[in-house]
């Protein structure tokens, strides 16, 4: 959860929107509760929190396999080393509203609750939509938000969606996460084990097990996935046949995608490891200050003021917990 604060500045509880502080406080905590409850942000990036101005990610290469050493054998030794990494600075986030003296005096309690739930609306709806815009700012290797943009490579420095994803040690071989292919029954299971085929920086098989699949709010996705996974039984088959992908896939339609995604021409979908995202760090999200609301008299307009600020990034470390497909001139599976 990403916490909120509020604090009274400067004579506030004496003033007269002193007694609505702490119900308006309440009604944004419940809110803010209520929006990460229904957030797909915490089942996509792996959420931490910072101290930091910035935060550097980072992995070591694998240790070379167990060797035979016989009775009474030595311990071979392997040295790690570390290969791509990424820094990625936090960046700050500010909104406001007022409280007119009006509504106090006539105890228009509801309009002001309602004003501290569009706040709060606002403040989970941004964090949704950057995580959204920075997923599908994958694509391309950056992405807007705010009129600024923002980076979404990996810590290889390609797009986090690429057909040339390099080997820190073999530089002349490359790796593709970055399909084409609608959605089909055959084409999950082709980008499933693509997945499961996808080597560590030493060439090593890294056992990925793809758990989660992500699309964007669009019907016909919906309708192709659901009859995909949905039915232990094959209905294509005249003998309803096992359908092997039932019960293997948590599916993730998250409707903020489809500000950021182009769905006139292709129809993205995305494979995604949960558990390697966990202990690898696919895409991570860093809360660095959570909601703080500062509220205080703003005499010149007889109005108290809330402002709000927060810091939070996010960003994209190793690229193999995560592959598209549905994408024009990507690989073929």
């Not at 290969?83 to 986030?93: A, D, G, L, P, S």
Request: proline content about 3%; hydrophobic content about 40%.
């Amino acid at each position: 959860m990403a916490g909120f604060t509020m604090t009274k500045v400067g004579g506030f509880n004496d003033s007269i929107f002193g007694k609505s502080a702490e119900p308006i406080s309440m009604v944004m905590e419940k809110d803010i509760e209520a929006f990460e409850q229904r957030s797909a942000l915490k089942n996509i990036f792996d959420m931490k929190k910072s101290k930091n101005f910035a935060e550097k990610m980072t992995a070591l290469s694998a240790m070379d396999d167990f060797e035979p050493v016989g009775e009474n054998g030595g311990h071979p030794t392997s040295e790690f080393s570390e290969v791509f990494n990424k820094v990625i600075e936090h960046e700050t986030f500010k909104k406001g509203f007022n409280i007119s003296r009006e509504m106090v005096d006539d105890a228009k309690f509801n309009l002001m609750k309602d004003r501290a739930i569009k706040f709060t609306q606002a403040y989970g709806r941004s964090r949704e939509r950057f995580g959204a815009a920075a997923l599908a700012g994958g694509l391309t290797g950056s992405f807007t938000f705010g009129g600024k943009t923002f980076d979404a490579t990996c810590a290889d420095g390609k797009a986090l969606f690429s057909k040339s994803h390099p080997y820190f040690f073999k530089p002349t071989k490359n790796q593709s996460n970055l399909f084409a292919g609608s959605f089909s029954a055959a084409n999950l299971g082709k980008l499933a084990t693509a997945m499961q085929n996808f080597e560590g920086d030493k060439g090593e098989i890294l056992a990925l097990a793809p758990d989660t699949i992500i699309i964007p709010n669009d019907a016909g996705l919906k309708y192709d996935v659901f009859e995909a996974i949905g039915a232990d039984k094959d209905p294509d088959t005249s003998n309803n046949g096992f359908n092997y992908q039932y019960g293997m896939w948590n599916v993730i339609v998250w409707p903020y995608l489809n500000q950021f995604m182009d769905l006139t021409t292709d129809k993205p979908w995305i494979l995604f490891d949960s558990h390697f995202n966990k202990t690898n760090g696919t895409a991570i999200w860093y809360d660095r200050v959570p909601l703080e609301v500062k509220a205080f008299v703003d005499n010149e307009n007889d109005s108290a003021r809330y402002n709000g600020y927060a810091r939070w990034s996010t960003g994209f470390n190793n690229w193999r917990g995560i592959a598209i497909g549905g994408v024009t001139g990507g690989t073929t599976l």
